[in-house]
């Protein structure tokens, strides 16, 4: 409570200070004396009132200031606070690949616990796993990170494919799946001189390819969407390496 004299008065009354966004926080301005009222609300919808009692929404995640400002026949007094609008999390991670072993790297935001399913029926709660496949094959690798505002979830399809030849191993990964036609494909392994990718629409008509010259690790952002629409459906994409060659399907929604 901020007074002059035992006049005027002014002091915000919030029924909360901080919580989950979208949040949203009903102000009342407990007053003595007063004639006008200008409050700011940095970050809120409304971002001024000049009312008594104001419901201010907060879409983003964030700590803003609130100010009250009371004028009466003696002058003006201000009060504030502050409003911490906590965020979702949001599940995001890399990884590598060795033989049938994947080493995750988790760079989640906001989240303080973690759940992995690494698509054959083993899961993992802690941070940045190692996982060991039993044999090659397509699995989907479910990351979903968790606060006390909710979940969120990241998924990728990772195809293991290897020649008996252990330098030959090989592994690709397309991520979102389903996407927008605009996704990310990462490719590891012990590539030859060229490695060729085509991607065909269901009735077998090549709609994109690129080549690149061998090396252990690959990751490149691929836009369908670019050069013209492609409609929604299923996709299947064709990798040549030296005499290997890998097929696999995606969805674009």
Request: proline letters at 4%.
């Amino acid at each position: 409570m901020v007074t002059v004299g035992d006049l005027l008065a002014v002091n915000i009354v919030a029924d909360t200070l901080s919580g989950c966004a979208p949040l949203q926080v009903q102000y009342h301005a407990q007053t003595t004396d007063a004639t006008s009222l200008a409050w700011t609300f940095s970050g809120g919808t409304p971002a001024q009132s000049d009312q008594a009692d104001v419901l201010v929404t907060y879409d983003t995640a964030g700590v803003f200031p609130v100010q009250l400002t009371a004028s009466g026949a003696l002058g003006d007094k201000t009060d504030s606070l502050v409003v911490t609008v906590l965020p979702a999390p949001k599940a995001e991670y890399q990884f590598s690949i060795e033989g049938l072993e994947i080493t995750t790297v988790n760079t989640s935001l906001h989240a303080t616990h973690f759940l992995w399913d690494f698509g054959d029926g083993v899961t993992d709660t802690t941070f940045s796993p190692t996982h060991t496949f039993a044999g090659t094959g397509s699995y989907n690798i479910n990351l979903m990170a968790f606060n006390d505002c909710g979940s969120d979830t990241i998924s990728r399809n990772l195809l293991i494919t290897s020649n008996l030849n252990p330098e030959n191993e090989f592994a690709i990964s397309i991520y979102p799946n389903p996407n927008n036609g605009r996704f990310n494909i990462e490719l590891f392994g012990n590539h030859p001189d060229k490695i060729e990718l085509r991607i065909f629409d269901v009735l077998g008509r090549a709609i994109w390819q690129r080549s690149w010259l061998g090396r252990r690790h690959l990751h490149t952002e691929i836009d369908l969407q670019k050069k013209t629409h492609i409609p929604a459906g299923q996709y299947i994409y064709q990798l040549q390496y030296g005499e290997g060659r890998m097929m696999g399907k995606f969805l674009v929604e």
